[in-house]
Every structure is written in structure tokens, then in C-alpha cells.
């Protein structure tokens, strides 16, 4: 099975919103990372200029890419700066460890 | 030399035992980071469903992936749900900082 | 337009500089996370061999990847073992959330 990985930098306060979301594409498994960092438009000037983020991980069949793809967006999305990127990134082979088997 | 990025999500008591192998595989570095998240099987009506993980990631070369691998199946294995993941991704090239070469 | 995915592990005290200079090069984004680890030459009998460095992670337009890696190598560069590694990594597609777009 071919698997890619998801990479989805969003603010906080969307979390809760994504995993309901993620339950219901029975998406297997999701890592939740505390970040900080800086987007487009940052003011350096500014004193604390490195907000707060959360860095989703999430490895997932490639049928089911556009679909985690557009529930980010949904519940990521934001029209202030600051709403965040996705990215995809290619996968050479994912193991589940319990089993030692490829997903 | 061929460089792959091996992310590893196991159980925090599986590190001790990931360190000393490594030590023996020569493995020259590790990365750690505390993590949440949730796996296969999750229960998400119960309020702690995020559970508390450690993200490793090691490059190494790729001779050594198949190695690593087992090594990390051997310290992280379990027959609980929740023994994490594996992944092997490609890597376009990795530099050591402190002498700006290739590894 | 084809994205790069640029990790660094660097020391904590680089990043102020790494900062000023990324913003000199219209860096749009880049992404820290406090991270344990071990690199060349540990002493892995020592009791705290797990030192604390800082992941960076930034996404980048593969034009912009050699200008990078070098204000990286610049600002991170130190004789002592432990200035860290940089890797370039293959992304698929890279969204900005706000606009649903393609970077």
C-alpha cells in the first residue's frame, strides 16, 4: 500500500474540531506536536513574533490524501494569517510495530 | 553515501533500550521529541484519547535501515495496541553542520 | 512550483541569528521544536548524554534550497561536535491553509 505523510501546521484551536474529523475518515493515527514558529507576514519587530502552533503528523494511505486534505482545510481554515500549511510528503514504507507489518 | 529519515513513534519506556542499541549499532545520532496522539483502536469518547508517545527520528545510511529497523521492533515491540509506528522516508541529501559535508 | 523540506538540529543559542537571517532571505515560515538528542562522539556513559537542541523545520522553494542551507551552516557552524546536521527532503505539495493554495 502505497502511504504518504502529512505534515499540517495549525493553530490550537482547531485540534478538537480536526480530530472529530479524523474519527469519522477512520484515520488510524494522528501525533500532536507542541511548535512555535513564524508564518507570512511576521512582524520580527515584534517582541513575541513566534506563536504558538501545533504540528499534526499523520500517515496515510494515498487514496485517502485529498480527502484528509480537504477536512484540514475545513477545519483549519482561516481567512487571518496564521491559519498555517499542509504538506505532503512521500514515504519509502510504514510499519505498524505491534505487528512488524507493513500498512 | 544514500541517506534515509527513519520516524519512529514508540512507547517512553521503550527508550532506554532503543539508546543502548543504538550505541551498539553505531548509529551516530537521535532525535527525541514527547508527543500526543492517538492510534489504531482509540477509544475517542474517553477524555484522555490523546496518549503521551516519543517521536524518534534517526537519518541513517541505507545499508543500515533494514538493521535499524528490526532493532527498533525489538526494543518497542509489544502485544498492546499503542506500540507505535515505523517509517522509512527519502532523504535528498543530509550535512553535518560542523564540517558543512556530506554524510 | 517544487518545494523542498529542510530539518535542521541546531544548538539553541543559533537562533536568534538564524532568525534575523532568515528573514533577510524572505523566509516565509519556519517552524522550532525543543528536542532531545544525541549526536558524533556521545558519551553514552554519561548520565545526561541527551542534550537539548532545537529542531527547524522550513518549507522552501527548491531555488532558495542552497542560499538556505549555507545562512544555516553560517549561523549554526561551530568546531565543537554537537553544531548538528541538516537534511533536504522530497515534498509532493505544499498548501498555504488560508488560501486552499499551492505555494
Redesign the interface.
Known sequence: MN???VI???RPDALPAL??KL?KLHV?????????????Y?D?YSKNH?TE?L?VEI?VEESKVEVL?NA??DV???????????????????????T?SE?
Chains 1, 2, 3 share one sequence.
Open positions: 502511504v504518504k505523510y499540517a501546521i495549525i480530530e472529530t474519527g488510524q493515527g494522528m501525533t500532536v506536536t507542541k511548535v512555535k514558529g513564524f508564518g507570512e511576521t520580527f513566534l502552533h504540528k500517515f486534505t484540514i482545510f483549519a481554515h482561516s481567512d487571518i494569517p496564521g491559519a498555517g500549511i499542509l504538506a505532503v510528503l512521500p514515504v519509502d514504507v510504514l510499519f505498524h510495530i505491534r512488524r500498512s
